[in-house]
């Protein structure tokens, strides 16, 4: 059956304004037999609540025969009437949402179906969750949530934030990363929290040059320099940022900060440096590939040039995505990314005739993503393909024994308690267990991967001054790893974030400091917080659709545990040191 088209705005309705090249764009989707009113599809169901307002806009209409959705019997795509506004912005938000998953789900991406941070197989759009300017992913309540509210220079134009891609794009980042990892909603470092902010923004960038038309639109006004930035593909949000912020983009990927110069500054800025780095590797890429063609094809620079972006997205999109089965189940660094990265190049292309894996390796130092010590393991030390990181594995399973579901991989995990550091008393969880079928270049599948992923819990009594409320309580320092095997039972990749109460060996002294290391990071985390205030109560909508404030940390009580979670929409407008809490939601 042919794919189903859909008219959407390429980036926004700012942009597409400004610039013709860049308004509305056809995007085509798999047909979905159980595609209903609404829009309704496996994955997404549409529901226009305004909590706001509290009422529920009537939705979208499927019309099988003429294959697209309509409203008073009119086709919503980029002719509809004004008085179909609402109905057609919530096909809008839908279209997004399917092509994005299918981006994600894609052999040349994570190779394979995808589930929610949540239990159920349907995310809620919400395309006009209220007046306000914001947009978000929401776990509790299943959802991404767009608002409204109105241009500040055209008091009768409403700025509608389902409409931005960008914006659409990003959220749906977040929720992706909570299905992928959900144990980086709970952590204790700036990190964790802005590696979501920085997988919605690359999430945005890569769906963006992912369209032929945004690329060919690019190589048209390519002036034949390898270098060029390419400012507009790394502006991202460019209507929200204009009306909230007065400026041309909310976050910028084109920028030359490292990780010192933005610590303690929040999530949002701490996620800029990692995708400043990640956009750095996407240019280069391109221009190392017109570099190696342009005098000796004698194609014209604007082919060059469009060849070269659509070499580009294709690499990007496997490094930068199927990277993500490579990071440990809590508690992602940067630099946890920045090695499952220039791993997963390593054997995708342990080849590298043109260096790619020093060259993003060099990105990130740059960056102090990694460190000049890491440089040195990385590429000075003698080391086997298939033989790195190897914990040393003593009861070793077959994969096909250990994958069969969580309760083999468990007795697999349970026997190697010694080697992965686990406390003999502590409850093992097993957090998932998955297949994956990727793809290389020249589209050639990757050899089957199979990951698991587990947990272990160590309890931290809160005491003293630093506590002012938490005192007495216990906390929860979350452990755990993530192992990557191929069908051939090789060891592909192993991360740990350990623990402190485990025997150790002279030879595990390293992983132990590590482990005092991640306790000081939690209990400095957690008496912070409760100093300053920074984790009150959330004010919500009692149906959970429209959240007005919220305090940028949760401290949950689980088990007679605390512990400390990330509200990763969150824009802190102050800084905790100031001890005088003020936030505001943000995408």
Request: net charge negative; aromatic share 12%.
């Amino acid at each position: 059956m042919d794919k189903l088209s859909f008219d959407v705005y390429l980036q926004d309705p700012f942009v597409a304004e400004n610039n013709l090249c860049f308004g509305f764009h056809t995007i085509e989707i798999e047909p979905d037999v159980t595609l209903s009113n609404g829009p309704t599809s496996t994955r997404f169901v549409v529901v226009d609540f305004n909590g706001h307002t509290g009422e529920i806009a009537k939705p979208a209409i499927w019309d099988a025969k003429k294959r697209q959705f309509t409203s008073r019997k009119k086709v919503l795509d980029k002719k509809h009437p004004a008085s179909e506004r609402y109905q057609y912005n919530q096909v809008h938000v839908w279209a997004l949402a399917e092509y994005a998953l299918a981006f994600f789900e894609a052999p040349q991406a994570m190779g394979r179906q995808l589930s929610w941070g949540f239990n159920g197989n349907r995310l809620i759009l919400v395309p006009h969750a209220g007046m306000g300017k914001n947009a978000y992913y929401d776990r509790d309540s299943k959802s991404l949530q767009f608002y409204y509210f109105p241009h500040p220079d055209q008091p009768d134009k409403l700025v509608y934030t389902c409409l931005s891609a960008d914006i659409v794009n990003h959220e749906f980042g977040h929720a992706v990363l909570d299905g992928i990892r959900p144990g980086f909603i709970e952590g204790f470092h700036e990190e964790t929290g802005a590696f979501h902010e920085f997988l919605g923004d690359f999430s945005a960038i890569l769906l963006l040059l992912n369209h032929t038309k945004f690329r060919e639109s690019l190589s048209e006004s390519y002036e034949g320099s390898s270098g060029s930035p390419l400012e507009i593909l790394g502006n991202i949000a460019e209507e929200f940022g204009e009306t909230v912020k007065g400026q041309a983009f909310l976050r910028s990927a084109f920028n030359k900060l490292t990780l010192k110069e933005v610590e303690g500054q929040g999530v949002h800025a701490v996620s800029t440096v990692l995708t400043g780095a990640c956009y750095d590797i996407l240019l280069k890429l391109a221009a190392i590939y017109i570099e190696r063609i342009i005098d000796r094809t004698g194609k014209t620079s604007i082919q060059v040039a469009r060849e070269a972006y659509t070499y580009a997205i294709q690499r990007a999109r496997r490094t930068f995505l199927q990277a993500l089965d490579f990071l440990p189940p809590t508690d992602a660094r940067f630099r946890d990314y920045a090695i499952a990265v220039l791993r997963n190049q390593e054997l995708a292309d342990p080849l590298d005739p043109h260096q790619y894996r020093k060259m993003m390796a060099d990105v990130f130092l740059k960056r102090g993503i990694l460190y000049k010590d890491d440089m040195a393991e990385l590429f000075n030390k003698e080391r086997y393909l298939f033989d790195i990181n190897n914990p040393g594995i003593k009861r070793f399973k077959r994969v096909y024994e250990w994958s069969r579901s969580k309760r083999t991989a468990y007795d697999f995990i349970h026997e190697n308690r010694e080697t992965f550091c686990i406390p003999p008393f502590a409850e093992i969880e097993i957090t998932d267990v998955y297949q994956s079928e990727k793809m290389g270049r020249q589209n050639l599948l990757r050899p089957r991967q199979f990951v698991l992923e587990f947990i272990w819990k160590e309890e931290i009594t809160l005491e003293g001054d630093d506590f002012p409320t938490l005192d007495g309580k216990k906390a929860a320092l979350i452990c755990g790893g993530t192992l990557v095997f191929d069908e051939n039972n090789s060891l592909l990749h192993y991360v740990l974030k350990p623990g402190t109460q485990f025997s150790y060996k002279p030879a595990q002294a390293a992983v132990l400091a590590e482990g005092e290391t991640r306790k000081a990071a939690l209990l400095k985390a957690l008496g912070l917080t409760d100093k300053t205030g920074l984790a009150a109560a959330t004010l919500a909508h009692p149906e959970g659709f429209m959240k007005f404030t919220e305090a940028p940390h949760r401290v949950v009580e689980k088990n007679g545990l605390i512990h400390l979670q990330f509200s990763p929409h969150l824009d802190l407008s102050n800084h905790p040191s100031t001890l005088q809490p003020s936030w505001q939601i943000s995408f």
